[in-house]
């Protein structure tokens, strides 16, 4: 049973739930298909009387991308993101989250919004000194681009699913069996040996003329094919490297700056101190009016002469308020939005009314402020200068070289450019360009890109430069003459017919090991090889004959002390005798039973979760709109 469970731990579904608990929060959006008449061509899903519309998969396809361009870096582009599937994944993840949201509404599941309240006060991300910080809350989602109304429904889908697991997942139960078996399966340890025979040992049975391995050839022509191959010569001349011959004007920087000055806005930030009194979940009106009207007789006090940091630590509840309630200098960006506002028409020294928040009541001290200003020209100077170069050089370059090419084309003399690179590639795969050239990527895309009668590229422009090429030599794709690769067809005809005895040959000497008939040392002298031993290995620690192999894994540990296998490889066979049976050292089972009954219970859950989750989608009425596929 928890073989089972362990191979079917890492189900498609399940990766999609837990794919769905790492995206980036965004709305989901199921919407109804009563909510006009354009709706359906809105739709990218209908799961059922529900459906994704097509903006909210964009909008979570966009966050994804964008999420994995800051992880990846240069490392990022857009084959690696078709190769992940990443569109499909997402897709397939909304459907089942639909699936599950529809299925939670059936059932009467639901999440009150004091609850979701609750997870976020909790979460240590917008914790500041151990207490919630909203300030801090809405700056972090500001910066990615989420907002609190996304943020909350999100969270909301998220508690609303787990409940929907823990639902589905009642009665489900660990025996002490269960709690050992896996305890074995982790802990069971395993002595062999064996012996390595690779396919070429037996290529000195295998009969080779001349003829049989023309006839190989014939057959098998398509495996010899060669690609196409490219060798031409190559200029580059990177952008950084003409930046010092490009010259910028008095009137281009203060054009630029002129153009781009809200750039260079620096927010206005305040010096405050705060005094907050926090308005409980499921607060009603009255009380909310107690506690503002016990702000304004804070308010009225102050304004009388009492100290506002004497009132700030007898009556805050903000997470400063042990200090006097100061806040210190905040930028306007991490400000809630109710308070911005009110300190818009606020003066140096002033105390504000009371500010309504969904966090509660703020009184502020305005105690400095430094508006926003805009950067003068002086101050930005060298960067308005930068980033015209970076807007001039792509074009400088491609002049500069040019004028090159249209010399070179001519058989003219080529002008001194100092900082030009040149050289010559050599034959080359269009996937498997040169090393240790400026943009290898731009040189293939070049060399196979000509045109069938033109010799010169016309410059294009890189990343980081621009290059053009003329062709020295081409080879299209084509299968070689059997003469002029003979050595490599016999290679392959060897290791083929090599690899057909050798697995004949392991099933015989498997039977006679078994029987009694042969022994590993018999073998062994046979072929000239070496026993080896591999000792006290357990299921995650086997030699490398064994790795990514589950299915001869579990073969292996299921034989007895003296019995035999074999595996085959790609090159080779082994050959093993188990010395001793599977055992486990039992002194940490007790100590460890806790953690493996809860290990257990969740995988547990977790196939039966996955089995409901394939029960809804086959239940389910699902509909694709244009342009999208299961």
Not at 224 to 235: G, T
Not at 267 to 277: D, H, P, R, Y
């Amino acid at each position: 049973m928890l073989t089972y469970l362990r191979n079917k731990g890492n189900s498609l579904i399940l990766k999609c739930l837990l794919a769905f608990v790492a995206l980036t929060f965004v709305t989901w959006g199921g919407f109804s298909l009563s909510d006009g008449p354009n709706s359906a061509a809105r739709i990218a899903v209908q799961v059922d009387d529900s459906a994704i519309s097509i903006k909210d998969f964009e909008a979570r396809y966009s966050i994804k991308l964008e999420a994995m361009k800051k992880q990846l870096g240069p490392l990022f582009n857009e084959e690696l993101v078709k190769k992940m599937g990443l569109r499909n994944s997402i897709f397939s993840n909304m459907i089942i989250e639909l699936l599950q949201i529809n299925e939670s509404k059936r059932l009467g599941i639901s999440i009150s919004k004091d609850e979701v309240r609750a997870i976020i006060e909790g979460m240590p991300h917008f914790n500041r000194s151990g207490k919630f910080d909203s300030s801090l809350y809405f700056r972090l989602l500001d910066s990615n681009r989420v907002t609190p109304k996304m943020f909350e429904e999100d969270i909301e889908n998220q508690l609303t699913l787990k409940r929907l697991k823990n639902y589905v997942g009642l009665g489900v139960s660990v025996t002490e069996e269960d709690i050992l078996e896996s305890y074995r399966y982790d802990n069971d340890k395993i002595t062999i040996q064996y012996i390595d025979l690779g396919f070429d040992l037996f290529e000195k049975k295998i009969s080779t003329t001349n003829l049989k391995i023309k006839e190989f050839y014939e057959k098998n022509k398509e495996k010899f094919r060669e690609d196409a191959k490219r060798n031409v010569r190559w200029w580059y001349l990177a952008y950084d490297a003409v930046k010092s011959k490009i010259k910028i004007t008095e009137s281009e920087i203060k054009a630029r700056y002129s153009q781009t000055r809200q750039r260079y806005k620096v927010k206005g930030k305040a010096e405050l101190s705060q005094i907050f009194l926090k308005t409980p979940p499921g607060v009603k009106k009255k009380e909310l009016e107690k506690l503002k009207s016990s702000l304004i007789a804070i308010r009225k006090r102050i304004i009388k002469g009492e100290s506002f940091a004497a009132m700030a630590k007898e009556y805050s509840q903000g997470p400063t308020a042990k200090k006097g309630g100061v806040l210190g200098i905040v930028s306007e960006v991490d400000m809630l939005p109710e308070i911005r506002k009110s300190l818009a028409n606020m003066k140096k020294g002033g105390l504000s009314l009371p500010i309504k928040s969904s966090f509660g009541f703020h009184l502020l001290f305005l105690k400095d402020r430094k508006k926003e200003r805009l950067k003068n020209m002086e101050e930005v100077r060298s960067q308005v200068r930068n980033d015209l170069l970076n807007q001039k050089a792509p074009g400088y370059a491609k002049n500069m070289l040019e004028k090159v090419r249209y010399a070179f084309e001519d058989k003219k003399k080529l002008p001194e450019v100092g900082i030009l690179v040149e050289g010559e590639s050599g034959f080359f795969e269009k996937k498997a360009p040169p090393m240790f050239i400026p943009d290898k990527e731009l040189l293939s895309d070049l060399a196979f890109s000509l045109p069938e009668k033109r010799k010169i590229s016309p410059e294009k422009k890189g990343k980081n430069g621009v290059m053009f090429v003329s062709l020295l030599g081409k080879r299209n794709s084509a299968i070689p003459e059997f003469s002029s690769i003979l050595s490599k067809v016999k290679k392959k005809y060897l290791l083929e017919q090599g690899g057909k005895l050798a697995k004949e040959e392991s099933g015989k000497y498997l039977r006679e090991l078994s029987a009694g008939n042969s022994s590993l040392e018999k073998i062994s002298k046979n072929f000239a090889v070496e026993i080896s031993n591999a000792k006290n290995f357990s299921r995650s620690s086997v030699p490398k004959f064994f790795q990514g192999n589950r299915k001869e894994i579990s073969i292996l540990f299921s034989l007895g002390k003296n019995k035999f296998g074999n595996v085959l490889l790609s090159d080779k066979f082994v050959l093993y005798k188990v010395l001793r049976d599977p055992e486990s050292n039992m002194k940490n089972f007790d100590k460890q039973k806790a953690e493996i009954r809860k290990r257990v219970l969740e995988e547990k859950k977790n196939l039966l979760y996955n089995r409901y989750l394939e029960s809804l989608r086959k239940s389910s009425k699902i509909m694709v709109g244009p342009g999208f596929k299961l």
